[in-house]
């Protein structure tokens, strides 16, 4: 049985924003169609295999991001080691995903158009 979603008018401007930021995720340098490791994507991996090998953050290796950083580093060395760059590139574009839907989410519950909410 095939459902059809149907956007009303004021999901269509968060839509729109979120099909935008996907798409530069995927075309962008360093982006998800690319294999290239862009910016500190090489030292996360860095990290995050330390992290699996038993080092401990700010006590073994030198960590210059905050704890609430941990987890999304580690999580794709979790996943696959092999795999570390683009398993981070899609979990940063999930979270930008889930970071647009409730911005805009946030800004239609105090009132603001959904064009303002997207931007």
């Known amino acids: 049985m095939t459902r ?5 008018r004021r999901d269509l401007v968060p839509a729109a924003a979120t099909a935008l930021f996907v798409l530069a995720c995927l075309v962008m340098r360093g982006g998800l169609l690319r294999a290239e490791r ?3 994507v090489g030292l996360y991996s860095l990290d995050a295999h330390r992290m699996l090998d038993g080092h401990v953050p700010y006590r073994d290796f030198f960590f210059e991001y905050p704890p609430g950083a941990l987890p999304v580093i580690i999580a794709p060395a979790l996943v696959s080691v092999a795999h570390f760059t683009f398993l981070f590139k899609a979990l940063m574009t999930v979270l930008g995903v889930a970071t647009v839907l409730v911005a805009s989410r ?3 519950a105090v009132g603001l158009p959904p064009r303002r909410g997207a931007a």
């Open 4 to 8: 059809i979603v149907r956007l009303s």
């Open 106 to 108: 946030v800004a239609a």
């Open 38 to 40: 862009f910016g500190d």
